[in-house]
C-alpha cells in the first residue's frame, strides 16, 4: 500500500519562473495539503482541497494556487518564483477534509531551489 | 499562529525514556493534540494523537493532563534511530482542523 508519493524530488528553477509540484495521496485518502517549510523551520499550511475545490488557505499569495483531480492527486503551482520561494514543499493526505480525529500523512516533498 | 510551545532542544541517553513536553494553554474542548516527528530530509511522521485520554500506540504514549493545557510524549525505550525533530500540534476546529507546526523540539538520543 503506497503511501504519499511527491514528484519531483528535487527542482532548480530561476526567478520569475513557474512551477508545477506533483501529489499522489495515499490510497484511499480524499483530501489533499500543501505545505512550505522553509530551512530550519517547521511546516506552514499553504492550501487544503476535498472535492476538487480549495477549502482551506493559508497566509500564501495568488502566486499559489493548486488543483485537485478526480482521482485525488494534487498539483500545487507557483508563478513568478522568488528567491524566498526556495523551500521544502511538502503533500499530506488524509480521509475527510474536517474531522479533527484524522492524521495527515505526509509525503517526502520537494526540494524547490530558486537561483 | 502556533498554538503549541515545546523546548527547543532535548538529550536522552540510549535506552532510556524520552518525555517531550509540550503546553497548549489555549486548547478547546474538542481539539486534538497531535505528535509527528521528521527526521532529516523526509518528510513528518505520524506518532500518535489524543484528545482527552492517554493513549498508547506501537511508536509511542500520549499523556495529556485533566485540563487538558498540557501534554507529554514518552518513547519507552529510546534509540539513536529517534533522532529527529518532535513536533507538537494542536488541530485547531475554527480553522477547519488545519496543522499548524511550531519550531519543534530536536530531541539527539546519545549512545
Known sequence: DAG?????????????????????????HDTVSWYQ????????FIFQYYEEEERQRGNFP??????????????????????????LYLCASSLTA???????????????SIL | DAKTTQPTSMDCAEGRAANLPCN??????????YWYRQIHSQGPQYIIHGLKNN?????????????????????PHATLRDTAVYYCIVRVESTG???YFGTGT??????
Not at chain 1, 517549510?37 to 506552514?44: K, R, V
Not at chain 1, 502566486?63 to 492527486?73: A, D, W
Not at chain 2, 497548549?24 to 493534540?33: F, K, M, R
Not at chain 2, 493513549?55 to 518513547?75: F, G, V, W, Y
Request: with cysteine; net charge neutral.
Open chain 1, 4 to 28: 504519499v508519493t511527491q514528484s519531483p524530488t528535487h527542482l532548480i528553477k530561476t526567478r520569475g519562473q513557474q512551477v508545477t509540484l506533483r501529489c499522489s495521496p495515499k490510497s484511499g
Open chain 1, 37 to 44: 517549510q522553509a530551512l530550519g523551520q517547521g511546516p506552514q
Open chain 1, 62 to 87: 495568488d502566486r499559489f494556487s493548486g488543483h485537485q483531480f478526480p482521482n485525488y492527486s494534487s498539483e500545487l503551482n507557483v508563478n513568478a518564483l522568488l528567491l524566498g520561494d526556495s523551500a
Open chain 1, 98 to 112: 474536517s474531522w479533527g480525529n484524522q492524521p495527515q500523512h505526509f509525503g517526502d516533498g520537494t526540494r524547490l
Open chain 2, 24 to 33: 497548549h494553554s489555549t486548547i478547546s474542548g474538542n481539539e486534538y493534540v
Open chain 2, 55 to 75: 493513549e498508547t500506540n506501537e511508536m509511542a504514549s500520549l499523556i495529556i493532563t485533566e485540563d487538558r493545557k498540557s501534554s507529554t510524549l514518552i518513547l
Open chain 2, 97 to 99: 482542523n488545519q496543522f
Open chain 2, 106 to 111: 530536536s530531541l539527539t538520543v546519545i549512545p
